[in-house]
């Protein structure tokens, strides 16, 4: 007598739909992760406007100038007067850098004023944030 199989052993394959939908879910996932991950430490003003390299500090620290002469390390109010002992203490080493972000209707003296205290305090590098034109 003689016995037939009952089946054919069927060859298994790959279903690529799934795994394209798994791979766009983590990278919106990572995405979003990395969004939530940025840390800004300063107010929002109106950024003068040009091209530059983005570039990313060790330990940044904001100065930021508002139109009306007010002055903030990281969203904390300074004078002139008190920026470069408060600057002094949150400067993380020898190759510090201070991002300037000054409005475009602030005064130039203010501004030229605070980033020489910055200096006196420590600061060796400036970064000057602008808004990123296309």
């Known amino acids: 007598m003689k016995l037939r199989r009952s089946r ?3 060859r298994g394959r790959i279903e690529i739909i799934p ?13 979003l992760a990395s969004l939530s991950m940025q ?5 929002a003003v109106d950024l003068p406007q040009g091209h530059a390299a983005p570039l990313q ?4 620290v904001t100065l930021t100038v508002t139109p009306d002469s007010r ?7 300074v004078t002139l ?5 408060t ?3 949150m ?3 020898p190759d510090a850098s201070v991002i300037v972000a000054a409005d475009s209707a602030a005064p130039n003296g203010v501004t030229v004023q605070a980033m020489l205290q910055a200096r006196a305090a420590g600061a060796r590098h400036f970064l000057i944030a602008v808004k990123h034109v296309d």
Not at 57 to 60: E, I, L, R, V
Not at 71 to 77: E, M, N, Q, S, V
């Open 8 to 10: 054919q052993p069927k």
């Open 19 to 31: 795994m394209i939908d798994v791979m766009f879910f983590l990278l919106v996932t990572f995405m």
């Open 39 to 43: 840390n800004l430490h300063s107010l």
């Open 57 to 60: 500090p060790k330990a940044p």
């Open 71 to 77: 002055l903030f390390l990281d969203k904390t109010p």
């Open 81 to 85: 007067a008190t920026l470069a002992p």
């Open 87 to 89: 600057l002094k203490t």
């Open 91 to 93: 400067l993380a080493g």
